[in-house]
């Protein structure tokens, strides 16, 4: 969080929630040799307008001269702080099935703080194959890896049926944020964060606009 303006009262999760839309957006603009953005040109982008964009912002500080707009450079390595994303998290990933080696392969992770350092399954026939950069490992052997990384942020992508027991262990042992695929809420302790990504939901989401 920026230093030079501290805040006492909690921010809003929606509001941290948009803060990486914002980031991604500034990371695309450097990569257009965009040197200064506006509140209005990111709303343009974003489809959020320029004002809930500077009120989220407000929250952490004042990043932006009126008449200037923010220097994106700048902004960038705010955001980057106050998400924690200036530093490289090490990832759990459990799950070696199609959906696991998806997302090992993902490079977007390491583009963007995120390296997945072991990968965990429970099928006999997986162990010990390489999925992404990692060698499958037994999961319930899991909890010394995970204290020696160091790992506090891990990803689940087995079926639904196994996903609760595997979040009790790695909660267990250390990690404090799941990214959960499977399609099933997780009961976790008060303290843990988890987001769920079910396409399928997302889907049905969708559909409901499609009626004729």
Request: proline share 4%; hydrophobic share 40%.
């Amino acid at each position: 969080m920026n230093g030079d303006a501290p805040t006492t009262n909690p921010i809003p999760d929606i509001v941290i929630g948009r803060l990486p839309v914002y980031l991604r957006a500034l990371e695309r603009l450097a990569q257009e040799k965009h040197k200064v953005t506006s509140s209005h040109e990111l709303g343009l982008r974003l489809g959020i307008s320029s004002a809930q964009i500077r009120k989220d912002l407000s929250h952490f500080g004042g990043f932006g001269k009126q008449g200037t707009g923010y220097h994106i450079d700048y902004l960038s390595r705010q955001l980057r702080k106050v998400l924690n994303v200036d530093r490289v998290w090490q990832v759990a990933l459990v799950g070696a099935g199609d959906l696991g080696r998806a997302v090992a392969n993902y490079r977007g992770f390491t583009e963007r703080s995120f390296h997945i350092a072991c990968v965990f399954d429970t099928d006999p026939a997986k162990l010990g194959q390489h999925v992404g950069q990692c060698r499958v490992q037994e999961f319930h052997q899991a909890g010394p890896v995970i204290r020696r990384l160091d790992i506090h942020v891990a990803m689940i992508a087995v079926p639904a049926a196994n996903a609760q027991e595997v979040a009790d262990l790695l909660t267990g042992h250390g990690v404090r944020a799941i990214l959960n695929y499977a399609p099933i809420n997780l009961n976790v302790a008060a303290g843990v964060r988890v987001q769920h990504i079910d396409p399928v939901v997302h889907l049905q989401h969708m559909t409901y606009y499609l009626s004729d």
